[in-house]
Structure formats: structure tokens, C-alpha cells
């Protein structure tokens, strides 16, 4: 099973400044694999990049992502408010599908 | 447009059953991979199995021989039949479509296995 473990667990940023969350595989993840999803308290997942750095449809450009291997990253490159959240990776190159653990992006 | 509606959920004791449905409208469910994911209160997600047809199935080792995961093409419906229920599958089931990554999921039914 490839273990996601996400870092930090929570990001505290004012409005307009750059977040950049990190998401480590256990193992290298083949294809960059690798998806990330916002979830709002109370909401569904929604799907914001898929095969590491594409971005899902309708979502902003300042949200990229980027990686290889067992290392990826999600940067939002200038925070709004509409962006507090937890985000997730989640790896689909192997079965078991997995999730990292999250990381909740705050809002000053 | 795409839609996902959970239903199934509710209390049930410890080592019962339940059998969520998942109907999908907007597309064809045959066509597509399609998986539960679950969160239990205040966790993360976790993905609990996937069908693609019924010799492409697959679990996740902690609900592997309890869950079994199926589809009705003819209904457009997915389902998840839960048996031996315990306390640590209380969580929101969401179902989602997708292989590469999960486009679109349902709003999730709540299943609460207590005594």
C-alpha cells in the first residue's frame, strides 16, 4: 500500500499570499497518479488536479500543481478567502487507491 | 448533467447489514469506473472498493470480505452490500466516478453502526 503523508497538517495565511502544500509518497507513485481535492466543511470532495498538475475542469488557474515521483506539491499562488479548506492528495496509480491525511488551509 | 445520489444509510447494530445504492444519472455508470469512499466523523477520506466490471473489483483490506461491491446497468445504479458491520465503518459514504482521479461524487449517506 503507498502510504500519502501530507504536510503541514494546517497552513494559517492572510488573503493573497502563496500556500504551497506538500503531499510525500511512500513509494514512488508511476505516471504522477496523483489527484487533489478540496473539501469544505459540510461539502462533498471536488476534484482540483488530476495526473499531478492538471487542473480539473472549472478550476482556477491560480491553483497548480507539480511533482514526480514521490514527491508533489499543491501551491495556490495567491490565497482568497473562498480557498479555506481541507486539502487532500490521493494516490490511483495502485490498489489501494489511497488519501493523505489533509492539510487545512486557514484564512486570516 | 452529472449526478450522484447516496441512499441505504442509517443505524444499525454491531455485526448487521446494510446495502447503500448509488443512482447515477447524466451518464452511462457501465462505462465508467466507479468507487465508494468513506469518512468517518471528523477524519479524512478513505477509499473502500471500486467496480469496473465484475472481474474488475477491487477493496480495501479493511472491508475486503464483508463489502461487496456490485452494479445494475439497467438502473444505472451502484451498490454497496455491507455485512458484519462494526463500529469503525461509521462514517459518511460517498460515492464517485472516475479511475483517474474521482470527478464527481454524491453527497453521501450516513451509515451508524452502534448498539
Known amino acids: 500500500e503507498i502510504v500519502l503523508t501530507q504536510s503541514p497538517g494546517t497552513l494559517s495565511l492572510s488573503p493573497g499570499e502563496r500556500a504551497t502544500l506538500s503531499c510525500r509518497a511512500s513509494?514512488?507513485?508511476?505516471?504522477?497518479?496523483l489527484a487533489w481535492y478540496q473539501q469544505k466543511p459540510g461539502h462533498t470532495p471536488r476534484l482540483f488536479i488530476y495526473?499531478?498538475?492538471s487542473r480539473a475542469t472549472g478550476i482556477p488557474d491560480r491553483f497548480s500543481g507539480s511533482g514526480s515521483g514521490a514527491d508533489f506539491t499543491l501551491t495556490i499562488s495567491r490565497l482568497e478567502p473562498e480557498d479555506s479548506a481541507v486539502y487532500y492528495c490521493?494516490?490511483?496509480?495502485?490498489?489501494?487507491?489511497?488519501f493523505g491525511q489533509g492539510t487545512k488551509v486557514e484564512i486570516k | 448533467e452529472v449526478q450522484l445520489v447516496e441512499s441505504g444509510g442509517g443505524l444499525v447494530q454491531p455485526g448487521g447489514s446494510l446495502r447503500l445504492s448509488c443512482a447515477a444519472s447524466?451518464?452511462?455508470?457501465?462505462?465508467?469506473?466507479m468507487s465508494w469512499v468513506r469518512q468517518a466523523p471528523g477524519k479524512g477520506l478513505e477509499w473502500v472498493s471500486m467496480?469496473?466490471?465484475?472481474?474488475?473489483?477491487y477493496y480495501a483490506d479493511s472491508v475486503r470480505g464483508r463489502f461487496t461491491i456490485s452494479r445494475d446497468n439497467s438502473i444505472n445504479t451502484l451498490y454497496l452490500q455491507m455485512n458484519s458491520l462494526r463500529a469503525d465503518d461509521t462514517a459518511v459514504y460517498y460515492c464517485?466516478?472516475?479511475?483517474?482521479?474521482?470527478?464527481?461524487w454524491g453527497p453521501g449517506t450516513l451509515v451508524t453502526v452502534s448498539s
Open positions: 464517485a466516478r472516475g479511475r483517474f482521479g474521482f470527478d464527481f
Open positions: 447524466g451518464f452511462t455508470v457501465s462505462n465508467y469506473y
Open positions: 467496480f469496473y466490471s465484475t472481474t474488475s473489483t
Open positions: 513509494q514512488s507513485v508511476s505516471y504522477n497518479y
Open positions: 495526473d499531478a498538475s
Open positions: 490521493q494516490q490511483y496509480n495502485t490498489s489501494p487507491w489511497t
